[in-house]
């Protein structure tokens, strides 16, 4: 294999990530990770080399999953690679790392508080990007998705309207005034935007 069609393989494989992660939103592909607790804490110090890779492959297939540090206990094991007879000889030192909720489940303290948090960051996160496009476009009502959906429809019918610029010089930016000397609105540039297109569409009549 040449290394152009090993370089091709590679943007293959990143753009197949990327469509991957676009079809499952709310998940990461990576998660934090706590050396110092990992090399400090009792339990897992307790463990033995196997255990603490199984340990690493249960963490890592649990930030798979809609609830990151919540799994059963048969996930566990099978995601730490034990046959049910060799998980009995391995159990108790698992369970030491976790703790279990009345229905069963086996709970991670540590990678559900971070599960929480990175929440509760994303939250945050989409509330100030929210806030900002409010204030760039300067719409209240809208929330961010439709206002950048408008951005696109408004970019999309500029386009469209190019070659008629040339025989209407009527300003169809949101910065710029009316004939008078007047300003335009944002909604009467759309609207203007929208009729345009209709025209476009329509082969050049209007009604």
Request: aromatic residues 6%; hydrophobic residues 35%; proline residues 3%.
């Amino acid at each position: 294999m040449s290394d152009e069609e090993v370089s091709n393989d590679g943007a293959e494989d990143a753009r197949e990530r990327r469509r991957k992660r676009r079809a499952r939103p709310g998940k990461v592909d990576w998660f934090a990770w706590y050396w110092r607790d990992w090399l400090t804490h009792a339990a897992v110090r307790a463990m033995d080399r196997s255990e603490r890779g199984g340990l690493v492959d249960i963490l890592s297939q649990t930030w798979g999953t809609p609830t990151p540090g919540m799994y059963t206990e048969d996930q566990a094991r099978a995601w730490a690679g034990y046959t049910a007879e060799e998980w009995a000889t391995h159990r108790d030192r698992f369970l030491a790392c976790h703790v279990v909720r009345p229905n069963g489940v086996w709970v991670h303290p540590g990678s559900r508080a971070e599960a929480l948090a990175s929440k509760r960051r994303l939250t945050r996160a989409k509330k100030a990007s929210r806030k900002a496009l409010q204030k760039r476009w300067g719409a209240k009502d809208m929330n961010a998705v439709r206002m950048a959906q408008g951005h696109l429809v408004t970019s999309t019918v500029r386009q469209s309207v190019e070659p008629k610029r040339s025989e209407r010089q009527a300003s169809t930016e949101s910065h710029a005034g009316s004939r008078d000397g007047s300003p335009v609105s944002a909604g009467a540039v759309a609207g203007e935007m929208l009729a345009r297109l209709a025209e476009v569409a329509g082969g050049g009549r209007r009604s």
